[in-house]
């Protein structure tokens, strides 16, 4: 698909010194731009204020494989299901700028540079990738492709520092490794990614078995990709005991479904073990082939569903209650249909593109070597665009994997229009390409806000995007100033203590003060979120009888945070609802905070109450 000449050209000799340079532009841009939230600490996320508590922890003498959180429902602490592989780069961040930027700063500096390195791998990922299908030049563009993909880049933000960078990064190498004419190399890379991916996580587990068909569905297309294959299936399964062993907490030895634990790994490594065996057999028809590869499925499926069968339903294995309460409810957990057409719009755009250049690349590679490379990018992408359809997290992940698509069709279309004959077609059909392209998300953008201001009519009522009203915006502004530094910090003027609170202000309590909290947005802590929630929407008494026997002494709210709005939503009258009216009952007496404190605080009477 090279359309411009490489031999002997800077960019194809030092590739990777021009990639890292500019990786390092766009880091210091972004730290730049968001020096704001990296000064106040601003880990806006539950799960991001978490993982600083579990590295914090873990340099404070608490046990590598000793993944419980105590600073949230005290004693007993709370179970957090992930692994320690993420906390390394974190830890090691901290302990570099510690000796000239002391404990305050050296944590500050390195949640703000922590998520920009997984970007860094990702870039190498998909520089690679292009260059094997495209052109050894065309590593730029999947530079510039990544900046039009929004909800990825947010994934690799100063403060991001949760987990999903570096299953991005690991995806990323898994396309790599795909795309490999290298059978070996291009195999070994695809198990470790996936491995690693597993290790820390379970989020990508649907796109590790696709990569795991893929792989398999190459050796049925063509005999000779059995090295891949065993590669593959040694490496995977040898990678992810390793991963189990190192990184694994106590916890996630029990026979749990949301994690790497003895389940998954079983049937991790069982996998492996049946890809290795099928490739030694390897029959000469890809017929027989296909036979024996569905059987290999079948037979690992069946054992999976008779000794898990508790695996066959939601992985989290949350009761009920919990589910219809809280869980079901999550926003990136829904589909992408039930999301506002803005959101839709921003999300789509890109994997659609993206879609639609694999396709074009698979088709002019039909007769070509690149041929069965592009067949498998787009393979995985259109499995990426579909996930869409399950749950709006997977946008992330499908704006990723549309880079490679993207770059082959702007490496053709964009000379082509370069070389007509009409000024006019090069210069605005050029500019119209590249900004579709390049500013995808962007254009879309601007296209919903002027939908957003077009009068509601037939033709419009279809993708009419509404704008943010007052309550939203007055929802948003709650939980931003509750969650402040400044506005947190204030409560350290008071003696260590718990503090009964709402389960998303949780773990950024814990973070900003020296208070503890009752619990956090963690499915394995299911009594402790339902407390919460029967504390808030039961009468007063009910709550008074929670809070007490959580140990809290103070009750801390922020009014109109979003998570309150469905407390007076399903109980009207309920406890937090009287709050909200200011019906306050005689048992709490206000604890006064600085002037203009967009948080309330009382001290619990439990004097009187039948023990």
């Known amino acids: 698909m090279t359309r411009l000449p490489s031999t002997g050209h800077f960019l194809d000799r030092h590739w990777l010194r021009w990639l890292l340079l500019a990786w390092v532009v766009m880091a210091a841009w972004f730290l730049w731009q968001r020096w704001n939230a990296v000064h106040w600490l601003a880990l806006s996320d539950t799960d991001d204020n978490m993982r600083l508590m579990q590295v914090r922890a873990w340099m404070g003498g608490q046990g590598w494989y000793d993944l419980r959180q105590y600073r949230l429902n005290p004693p007993n602490g709370l179970d957090i299901h992930w692994s320690r592989l993420v906390d390394l780069p974190i830890a090691g961040l901290i302990l570099l700028f510690k ?10 500096l390195a949640v703000g540079i922590a998520p920009l390195l997984p970007m860094g791998v990702a870039l190498i990922a998909l520089s690679v990738t292009v260059q094997r299908l495209v052109a050894p030049v065309a590593w730029p563009l999947a530079v510039l492709f990544l900046l039009g993909c929004s909800s990825t880049l947010l994934m690799f933000m100063p403060e991001r520092i949760d987990h999903h960078g570096w299953q991005l990064a690991c995806l990323a190498w898994t396309v790599a490794g795909i795309a490999d004419r290298k059978q070996g190399r291009g195999g070994m890379v695809v198990g470790l990614s996936s491995a690693a991916s597993l290790t820390i996580g379970l989020e990508l587990l649907p796109y590790c078995a696709m990569a795991g068909a893929i792989v398999g569905l190459r050796w049925v297309w063509d005999r000779a990709e059995a090295r891949r294959l065993t590669v593959y299936g040694a490496t995977l399964a040898g990678a992810s005991a390793i991963g189990f062993v190192a990184f694994a907490s106590n916890a996630n030895y029990a026979m749990r479904c949301d994690a790497l634990t003895p389940v998954w790994l079983s049937a991790v490594v069982a996998g492996g073990a049946l890809l ?15 036979i024996l590869t569905l059987i290999a499925g079948g037979t690992l499926a069946g054992a999976f569903a008779t000794l898990f069968p508790q695996c066959l339903a939601r992985p989290e294995g949350v009761s009920e209650e919990l589910a219809r309460t809280w869980l079901n409810n999550v926003r990136e957990a ?3 249909y039930t999301m506002p057409g803005r959101t839709i719009l921003l999300i789509v755009t890109g994997p659609i593109i993206g879609l639609l250049g694999a396709i074009f690349a698979t088709w002019r590679a039909r007769r070509s070597a690149d041929f069965v490379g592009w067949a498998v990018v787009t393979l995985f992408t259109t499995f990426a665009v579909a996930m869409l359809f399950w749950q709006i997290r997977s946008g992330p992940a499908a704006q990723l994997l549309a880079i490679p698509g993207t770059v082959a069709l702007a490496w053709v279309v964009v000379p082509w229009l370069l070389s007509r004959e009409h000024a006019a077609v090069r210069v605005l059909g050029t500019a119209a390409v590249i900004s ?22 037939g033709l419009t009522s279809h993708v009419r995007i509404k704008p943010q009203d007052a309550r939203t915006k007055q929802i948003l502004r709650a939980g931003a100033r509750c ?9 350290n003027r008071l003696p260590p203590a718990v503090m009964f609170t709402h389960v998303d202000l949780g773990p950024r309590l814990i973070v900003a003060t020296h208070h503890d909290g009752i619990t956090g947005p963690y499915h394995r802590n299911g009594d402790a979120i339902l407390d919460v929630h029967h504390a808030f929407q039961g009468d007063p008494d009910n709550f008074r009888t929670i809070a007490r026997r959580h140990g809290a002494t103070y009750l801390l709210t922020c009014p109109n945070m979003a998570e309150t709005t469905v407390y007076r939503a399903r109980s009207p009258g309920g406890f937090y609802d009287l709050l909200a009216h200011n019906k306050v009952p005689g048992w709490l007496i206000p604890v006064a905070l600085p002037k203009g404190s967009p948080l ?7 004097s009187g109450m039948a023990r």
């Open 483 to 491: 969650g402040s530094l400044p506005a947190l910090q204030a409560l």
């Open 334 to 336: 829904k589909p992408l």
């Open 276 to 290: 290795v065996l099928i490739a030694r057999i390897g029959p000469k028809t890809w017929p027989l082939r296909l």
């Open 600 to 606: 309330r605080l009382w001290r619990i009477d439990y």
């Open 99 to 108: 000796p000239f930027a002391g404990p305050v700063w050296a944590e500050k």
């Open 436 to 457: 579709l392209l390049l500013l995808g998300n962007l254009f879309v953008d601007q296209v919903s806000k002027l939908l957003s201001m077009l009068p509601d009519s």
